[in-house]
């Protein structure tokens, strides 16, 4: 049973001593229990804010202990009454073979002949769900409105924007280097991508957003929302979902004024949220929906493959430099 766990807490970028990996007994699940194969892992920008220590939105990682994440993971033994052998699941067993789990972790049980299961970690599962509600529950999306997100061809990106195009607004996204804009126009369906390295972002942002912006899905922060802000259009809304560039600390861009001002001038609406807290009453709903628009090929996915466990930290460090393209998984077994 191999297992990373963290071994020293970063400051900035993750390193190679972040992280170490350990070889341990397989756990024997106790009354209640079932024990979990992983066969995929997420990597995700929020395990970076998990490195820390303290309370963000949820405690970060212990020193010494298994570092967490989403997984679609096969039950192999279960002493527990609402599963068998065999089923296949989206849990959180984290960066290791085998976990223990009493059912608490587990988001929905897959089809075990489902073409792809690492779907359920990307445009089925967390990330799919968090597009989904930031622009439909936050965002409030009229046919016709524009539509701004970056880290546009990302494991949420790449999903907010086929959906908002699928309801009729124009998508314009906002992506690392030219490949990436291209894929987002050619392949995803956006009507325009920007560059966010290009030497004019604000200029070519508002070029891309000739009406203004009438939804922005936050998931970066800095500079790109520095250039976001003056093109909010009256009664916009604003889901705010990430901030991936301040993840490894810096990157602030320090007076929050000019946005305290567009919010009251504009009447912008702003809404943080943390996906988890809608699980419950959205989750089921989506997934419907998301298993529909896929099956019709409404939806294209583009995942980023990781071949081994071992490759995991560097995956994540990857993915926070933005090397990654396209929802990154690890394959485990
Ligand atoms: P992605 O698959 O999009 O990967 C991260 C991407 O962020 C990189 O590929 C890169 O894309 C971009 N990026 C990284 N650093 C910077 C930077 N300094 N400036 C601009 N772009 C940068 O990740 P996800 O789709 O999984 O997550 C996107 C965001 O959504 C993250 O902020 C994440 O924390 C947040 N999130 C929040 C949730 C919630 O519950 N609130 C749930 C899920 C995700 P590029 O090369 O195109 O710039």
Redesign the pocket.
Known sequence: NRRFVLAERPAGMPTASTFRLETVDIPKPAEGQMLLRTLWLSL???MR?RLNEGYSYRPGVDLGGAMVGGTISRVEESRHPGYKAGDLVIAASGWQDYALSDGSDIDIKLDPSMAHPSWGLGVLG??GF?AWH?LVNIGEPKAGETFVI????????QIAGQLAKARGLRAVG????AD?CRYAVQELGFDACVD?RSADLPGDLKKACPDGIDIYFE??G???FDAVLPLFNLHSRMAI?????H?NGG?ESGDRMPLLLTSLLKRLKTQ?????DHYAEHYEAFFREMSGLLAQGRIKVREDVIDTLEGAPQGLVS??????????VVKVA
């Open positions: 995700d920008p929020y804010i967390m990330p968090t930031g970056a880290a546009a061809t990302g494991a949420v990106g906002i992506a690392g280097g990436k966010h998931n970066v800095g500079a790109v979902c990430g901030l991936i560039a993840y990157g943080g949220f943390i996906i988890y993915l926070l430099e933005g090397r990654n393209f396209g929802k990154v």
